[in-house]
């Protein structure tokens, strides 16, 4: 419908101002008293700027309608007059109808903000203390009682506080910090008059004020409870309980001075039960009674409630006393047993007790609410406060603020948290001023969410605005929440002693002695040189030293990992990532000091490549990648190449990058055998795959760059790669060579000697490549099973393997080929050698008695020749006793003896060929499983005795120290290396009793 005439053209203007509600809107205009508002453009401007323009409408006419006539025309002209003042009120009453309503009640007080002086701006208690006093005279003047006098002038302050805040003159930190102090002198005139109407029980007793909680921290809300714990002594020569008894009678009538609601309203609820005991105990205590229970009883929130305590009314020098002797034991809480875990259940018990219907809009006890930041840093201030007096601040935004400078938050995190701390808090407080009323549910209705947006300075659509800058503040808090509150170093570092913490020279040498480094004076020096200094790299040392100190000394060698630790650092020391990667990201500090102590590969690996740090800060990083996308990446490497030296280079590049993430994860345990346990086959298999597959990457990466070398993208033959022996099976170990078939097949139209050729040349290239001088751990390309071995040519093609394989195959070569898998190159090639080589692996009808024979001879000749001189049959993993040698030949004969008739014998791996026979009743299931005991823990040795020394070898190492890594590795604690190799021993011993029946003493 259409509104004729004049009050289309009204309408249309309050509509352009932000009215909601037109009808009343102009209703209210019509009204004498609203003359100048109609009137006046920059007025009803005014008034539309405001949160709520019906709001402020509203409340201004109720203003005007109970002025007297004088006043009303002084308020009237002020407003047209005087900006500030235009601002100030509209702005209050289009925010808060609570203050509306006091201003309807005390119109006077309207003058308070015409202006404010210099030291009216920012205020603090000794101010509040002045106007409320004169507040309080006023309305006894006006015949309000103490108590009435007191709340009106409460209220008044608030208007005052409430129109720097709205105008912006003062941000949410100031604001809180104002509510704080209006708390402080409040609580101080309600002991007054406490003290006024009861003078005996104050002549009888000292009683000390102390102020907690958000109080306490200078950052209080609008509408909050005031948490307090009271303290006394007697007075003189009062006995002490007539004192704690007066003193109790002066605390409950000074809470109920705040508290009680009369036809002047209410202040706000006094809570005094952060006390000891809670509302179970005594409302007042002594020092002494204090002290008692915190020493004996106190819960570890208890302490986490006293980091913001403060004196706030009463026995200035009695509150004193009680800070003096309170706060030692703050920030000796994070030494009690469970602290970090305590404190992370109590939040989550929080969570838990939300009603569900309200988690969503939870802004305070929320996930990703003011809770969530509050404990975060609580907690980080209770576990570094210990040592680091700059922490020791009761606000939140400060205690954040020196986090950061601290280097104990990084400052990107800081300021995102700081960010949205600072827009959640500006949300609850100008909920809560609407109606003065304590709630932190965010509000459900289109016009509340439309007043509150509009508030936090979202006008074009505030409702849809709001929403999403609190979802993405929410989302933010959430994310440092958990990844601060859940920081693993921050239980670490509460475990430490004190002492550990912050450790002079001698006091540092003395306790690295007691930690078993075998240098102390060295590792002083690397302490010195990563921790002196202002710097905020250096302030991250000092937070993560001493942790990492205990982690190195938790290995078999503490000098080489904190050795390690300033060379990794050193490396990567302008790298700004690095130091903030292991104080925030998961167990990354932790993973580190494991792999830099756990022996010389890894550290040698990353010492190399120091950006794999990285890949210790998330679980994925630590998860090995498939041979499809280490191919991608390395032909992709290879590509961008500019030659094939080049091209070599950059393949090696990512197969030390790949050969250092499976390292690392498998010392962390992240493959397995966790926790000590001494169960290695999951381990083992991923290893074996792992490192196989990154080498099969690594020898397609050099087959592409050796072709495009000299033939650009298309080699004149087709060309593959098998892999034999530990490769085929994808069961190699950290220092395995890679055991290799070379076959071709001209290309159509190719003459057959041109592409043998042309095989040779890429073969060759292929290994030049390969065997270039480098510090990585090497890959050597092994062919001596081809053919004729040593003797045969390096390549031949497809229909060359062929007729060999008719003619004068050996039966070594069908029990080499149970391993062959195509790994490199041409796929369809690789598919056609295999069809070719199955029937000579899987001969029909299994072996002859003599083949079988001769398979025995070669072993017992094996066993006799090639074991090194010198060399303990007992312990030597590959040739020893119940080793690799000894249940891969047993496992290979079944295969060549029932794989014909057995499908899941059929495969290159060994242990998978093992459980196949048990399966199938070939072998019993105990006998199976000691041969599997046995080729897992050799395996294990071998692996491990890689990682510790750094080079390949079939022995355990003779150094002690590196004997005892071996142990760590194996899941044995410190001192039981004996135990180790008497295992091996029994264990191995086992297997080769099974050998000895099922290799050689059945048919």
Known sequence: MTVPGRRSSTFTRLVRYGFADLTAAERLLAADELAAVREDPVLLEAVGATADPDLALRGLARLLEVLPPEERRALVDTLVSAKPLRDRLLGVLGASEALGDHLARHPGDWRALIAFEQEDLHPGTEEFERALAEGAALGRECGLVPADALRAAYRRCLLMIAARDVTGTIDIAQTAAELADLATATLRAALAIAAEEQPQDAARCRLAVVGMGKCGGQELNYVSDVDVIFVAEANG?????????????????????????????????????????????????????????????????????????????????????????????????????NFVADVQQMRRRVIASIPAAHVERELKLGPGGLRDVEFAVQLLQLVHGRSDATLRKPGTLGALAALAAGGYVGRADAAALDAAYRFLRTMEHRIQLHRLRRTHLVPEAEDELRRLGRSLGFRTEPVAELGKEWRRHAREVRRLHEKLFYRPLLDAVAQLEPGEIRLSPKA????????????????????????????????????????????????????????????????????????????????????????????????????????????????????????????????????????????????????????????????????????????????????????????????????????????????????????????????????????????????????????????????????????????????????????????????????SYA?????????????????????????????????????????????????????????????????????DPTTHTKLGRGGLSDVEWTVQLLQLRHGWAEPGLRTTRTREALAAARAAGLIPAEEARMLDEAWVLATSVRNAVMLVRGRAGDTFPGDPRELAAVGRYLGYEPGHVGDMLDDYRRVTRRARGVVEEWFYGRG
Not at 267 to 288: F, H, K, M, S
Not at 781 to 796: F, M, Q, T, W, Y
Not at 840 to 859: C, S
């Open 237 to 337: 020569g009062t006995e002490e309980g007539a004192a704690l008894r007066a003193a109790t009678r002066l605390a409950s009538r000074m809470m109920r001075v705040c508290s009680e609601v009369t036809p002047e309203g209410t202040i706000w609820p006094v809570d005094a039960n952060l006390r000891p005991e809670g509302r179970n105990g005594p409302l007042v205590r002594t020092l002494a009674s204090h002290l008692a229970y915190y020493e004996r009883w106190a819960k570890t929130w208890e302490f986490q409630a006293l980091l913001k305590a403060r004196p706030v009314a009463g026995d200035a020098e009695l509150g004193r006393r009680y800070m003096e002797a309170v706060t030692p034991l703050v920030w000796q809480a994070a030494e009690r047993e």
């Open 508 to 799: 540092a040498g003395q306790r690295l002695q007691a930690l078993g480094y075998a240098d102390p004076a060295a590792a002083l020096r690397h302490l010195e040189a990563l921790a002196s200094g202002v710097t905020r790299k250096a302030a991250i040392q000092r937070t993560l030293l001493p942790v990492l100190l205990g982690w190195f000394a938790d290995s078999a060698d503490p000098d080489a990992g904190l050795l390690n630790f300033h060379k990794v650092s050193d490396a990567l020391g302008k790298t700004p990532w690095y130091l903030r990667l292991l104080r925030d990201e998961g167990a990354a500090a932790e993973n580190l000091a494991r792999v830099l102590s756990a022996g010389r590969l890894a550290p040698d690996l990353l010492l190399r490549a120091p950006e794999a740090v990285a890949l210790l800060g998330a679980e994925e990083g630590l998860r090995p990648r498939d041979r499809q996308a280490l191919e991608q990446e390395t032909l992709a490497a290879v590509g961008r190449a500019e030659d094939p030296e080049a091209a070599i280079v950059a393949v090696r590049g990512v197969r030390r990058r790949e050969l250092f993430r499976t390292c690392a994860a498998d010392i962390i345990g992240a493959y397995g055998n966790g926790g000590g346990q001494r169960d290695y086959g999951a381990r083992v298999d991923v290893v074996g795959q792992a490192v196989s597959d990154l080498n099969a990457a690594a020898i397609a990466g050099a087959l592409r760059a050796a072709v495009r070398g000299q033939w650009g993208e298309t080699l004149p033959t087709r060309f593959a790669v098998i892999g034999m022996g530990r490769f085929g099976g994808r069961e190699q170990g950290y220092g395995s060579d890679a055991d290799v078939l070379f076959v071709h097949q001209p290309r159509e139209g190719v003459d057959e000697q041109e592409a043998a050729k042309a095989a040779f040349a890429v073969a060759n290239e292929m290994r030049r490549l390969l065997q270039l001088p480098t510090t990585d751990p090497p890959l050597l390309i092994d062919a001596d099973l081809r053919p004729e071995g040593k003797s045969g040519p390096l390549v031949r093609s497809l229909a």
């Open 803 to 871: 007729a060999y394989y008719r003619r004068w195959s050996l039966v070594w070569e069908s029990q080499a080929l149970l391993r062959a898998e195509p790994v490199a190159g041409d796929e369809e090639l690789g598919r056609r050698f295999m069809e070719l080589v199955d029937p000579l692996r899987y001969p029909a009808e299994g072996l002859g008695e003599d083949a079988v024979r001769e398979i025995r001879r070669l072993k017992a000749r094996m066993e006799s020749e090639r074991l090194p001189r010198g060399a």
